[in-house]
T-cell receptor, first 116, second 110 residues
């Protein structure tokens, strides 16, 4: 069974369009995350979300919005896509607890977004 | 804010030992993690150090010194399949989100 899954794997679209990426985890984790990895492989967190709190990285444009229908899903909606949004987007899940015996996050396979 | 530094590239031969260093600056510290990412793949968790000292998992070990704000990942008996990017990561000031280092690209030569 896939622990963290994302769809689609590839997404090619025009500037100005609105698109969504779906993420599901079957690990029973309380916290899910969205990351953006650019062409230089810098991995930057965009959001973390559990059923109580959404933490937004202040550098993320408000064109990006996470939507969580339930604890196992965290979808990413992007409005008015721009060329600079082209990147690989990873969903991840984890326990969300700091200072434990492990801090493991489980990553989805990624969605490669290309904006033309 | 948080910042992490790693070497951008490391090259070694099969069977060798390589150490990838990570220094960090944080306002609060909750532990140092390491991830491996092959080209075209997703990051996968390797190890976590919450306290000072060495953690060993098979051929991989990770070390942390909180007083020096420094850690390293040690890879022994290198194999070709270890060619990948390696990232260190810490939690942010609030302990909620993660900050990743810029990554170290390891190339293992035959």
């Amino acid at each position: 069974d896939t622990a963290v899954s994302q769809t689609p794997k590839y997404l090619v679209t025009q500037m100005g369009n609105d698109k969504s990426i779906k993420c599901e985890q079957n690990l029973g984790h309380d916290t899910m995350y969205w990351y953006k990895q650019d062409s230089k492989k810098f991995l930057k967190i965009m959001f973390s979300y559990n059923n109580k709190e959404l933490i937004i990285n202040e550098t993320v444009p408000n064109r990006f919005s996470p939507k969580s229908p339930d604890k196992a899903h965290l979808n990413l909606h992007i409005n008015s896509l721009e060329l600079g949004d082209s990147a690989v987007y990873f969903c991840a899940s984890g326990s969300g607890l700091a200072g434990g015996v492990s801090d493991e996050q489980f990553f989805g396979p990624g969605t490669r977004l290309t904006v033309l | 804010g948080q910042s992490l530094e790693q070497p951008s590239e490391v090259t070694a031969v099969e069977g060798a030992i390589v150490q990838i260093n990570c220094t960090y600056q944080t306002s609060g510290f909750y532990g140092l993690s390491w991830y491996q990412q092959h080209d075209g793949g997703a990051p996968t968790f390797l190890s976590y150090n919450g306290l000072d000292g060495l953690e060993e998992t098979g051929r991989f070990s990770s070390f942390l010194s909180r007083s020096d704000s420094y850690g390293y990942l040690l890879l022994q008996e290198l194999q070709m399949k270890d060619s990948a990017s390696y990232f260190c990561a810490v939690r942010d000031n609030y302990g909620q989100n993660f900050v990743f280092g810029p990554g170290t690209r390891l190339s293992v030569l035959p």
